[in-house]
């Protein structure tokens, strides 16, 4: 069996919102420290405004409900705990760039997790769930803030507020509750002696490949300029500027009479008025492709306006998603030429994305004659111009990338070479198919044409697969929570409101 990716036992609930833990990795104190103050300040400053003005009166911000009960954030309350402790976390685990969403996935989890808590605390209501007192005052010794040393300190738990006591007793008992709750139903979650043996089977044997590939930029330039010629029409380009109004459409129409009276004035108005990326170059867009602007007009028609502008003219005002644009024709229309580099680069990144067939055919066709030159010395053998050869690493028929089984990959780590392999059933079908000493007919993957030839196929040692047998129920515990954390989410008696919540006070500062 495949060794156990040292991440798998982790994976579902390291998610923001999941209630284990990560291994902590061992960062420098002074960047630990760093990390931690600038959560301070995208967490905590970077919304506390909106958070002192609406809970300075008692109340809290409510983000959603379940089953009627609120789901709401007041300073020491679950939701804020979990907002610490999900902070914490990304702390120790690396910083993203964009404070806003940092704090955004801190808290969505933190609602996303007392949600679930909630749901947990009123299932265990129904129940007449009771933790025994002196349960809970096993529990509390082990607070952080009680501690002294390593042990439980009395003049610590004495020194402590009334208020503040009884909210982290109230927290502890409810962590016990949701913990009883959550054992009970997922304890029973068992696994059969069928259901193991038939997961075994699934992890062997394992096959490795070698394999021969080449990618769509080895489409030649020749057929790239033939196509743009074909199709001369969508290659056309033009030199604009524009201005773009966003306030209204009578704004966009004074605009227009003040162009259409003065067009000199194109550049200053842009400056001044227009909203979008160009204005500060006085609405310089540059060379605009007709297959690119009709895209962005949303229109053939439009871009044939467009195009039929002569030099120095202004356009008609343009309806978009964006707002209300005027183009000004700064060069009259010319066609692509097939000896630029820049358009040639163009087509063929248009022909990647909408005419992918043409490409795979003729690329597919080249593969089919290397296959038929293949000598007794299979892929290994092969010096042909434009392919690239590799092994990958050895891997069971794995559909879906089930994560107890070994995934499709490179044997020398790269990466993105099979991404979406392991969804890809024609592919999976034909190399598990694969007879010994033959190449496979040419497959098609991410932008690349693959023949594989079998390098090996092993069966995995009873050792391993015992160690699968032992992981698997716990496997099935974990699937079970992340189902039902899922239940409890998208259940009706789910109102998430988090989002709105979340712009309202958070982004927009109200």
Known sequence: MAKRDPQHGTKRNTELGGKDHPPKSRMHPWMYIFSVAILVIIVVTFIGGPLVGSTAGGGGIVFGSYDGEDIEFYPGNYLARQRDTIAERIAQSGMDTNLEWIAYQVWRGAYQNTVVHTAVLQKAKESDLQIPGEVIDQALTAYPAYQENGEFSPARYRDTSRTEKASIRKYYREELVSSQVRSDILGGVNSSSQAVDFIKNMATPERSFLYSRIGFSAFPDEMVGNYAEENADLFRKINLSRITIQSSEESAKTVHQQLLSDPSLFDEIARNQSKDAYAENGGYIGQQYFFSLSTELESEEK?????????????EIMSTPFGWVIYKCNE??????????????????????????????????????????????????????????????????????????????DANQDSGAFEGAAFNESFLETLFSLEQGSISEPLVLNNMIYLFELKEETEISDENLSMLESYYPYLGQQYAETDMRALILSSDKHEDNFDAVFSRYFLNGE
């Open 303 to 315: 871009a044939e306006e467009i195009f039929s502008l002569s030099k120095g003219s202004i356009s």
């Open 332 to 409: 009259e229309p010319v066609a692509a030429n097939r000896t630029s580099d820049e358009d040639i680069d163009t087509v063929r990144s248009y022909m990647e994305r909408f005419e992918k067939g043409s490409i795979e055919d003729y690329l597919i066709e080249r593969g089919q004659a290397l296959r038929a030159s293949v000598g007794e010395n299979g892929l290994s053998g092969l010096e042909a111009e434009g392919w690239e050869d590799g092994e990958t690493a050895s891997f069971p028929l794995n559909y879906g990338n089930v994560e107890i089984f070994k995934s499709v990959r």
